[in-house]
């Protein structure tokens, strides 16, 4: 697939409902998506466009959508069966990109994403990017995930109300679960740390290299920015003091240790029905 283009597919029957209901049982099959909507561009891109095939024709130019996922691809999947259709119907220019861990080892999600981002730049023409947690599923279809000039301001935190949260942010600083930032604000922050290896804090200590780099955030309406938490097996906690060191030291540790600190090696790469799958090596 081409770098700076992405075929594009027209729908017409795709309208927004707002709020959406979602089954208990997180029952979903993704396959019905093929049937439904048109079908999908091998590695999981997508085009709302008749006769254009560059997102940077486009009012409202390419997002690239990454998901860390070991483990969690019942969750995955469920996310993307209700996801896609949503961004199909919000007219979008998209391709969406899952990066795992190999080996059982603790997880470095922070990493991760640092990986998808890179890579999805060699791959995507993309001005803004989701980071997004794979058993989080969007339960409004008015939930901006498009890159448009807002984001271009400031970065933008959609999943303001988690169901495992009741809905409610639990701090004013929480910028975890779905995150939405220009290309250009990521650079500038340096991306995530790659130092936090387990669960916990990598998400906090991004939203202080925000405020360090002088990127301001926000947060979406709570009405609209919700989010079905799925159930999950826990991860292992990252070491509690060294994570507490490690915040305390953000703002100074930012600027080598991030995107330009990055050391990985591809194990696996493919081109799905609906992602590019990367399997990733950190040791």
Known sequence: MNVNSIPFNKVNTLKSVGRLKINDDFNHAINF???TFYPQILGGGWMFRENTTNCSQLPQSGVAIIFVCRGRWKQLNNTLSTLIPLLQTQHL???????????????NKATL????????????DF??????????????DRIPHSCDDEVRKHAMHLSVGVSTWNYMLPYRSLIGGVLKISTDHFILANGYSNSYWGW??????LEIRLRASNIHYVHINSSIGRYLAQPHAKQIRSNGKLRQKLLKNAKKLFHHDGLNSLKYKIRLYSENLYFTYFLISLK
């Open 93 to 107: 220019c998209y391709r969406i990109f899952v990066i795992d861990q190999e080996g059982d080892g603790l997880l």
């Open 200 to 205: 916990g804090g990598e998400d906090d200590d």
């Open 33 to 35: 998506i093929n049937d």
């Open 113 to 124: 994403f640092n990986v998808g981002f890179v890579e999805a730049r060699k791959r995507f």
């Open 127 to 140: 001005n803004c990017v989701i980071f997004h947690d794979a058993d989080l599923i969007p339960l409004d």
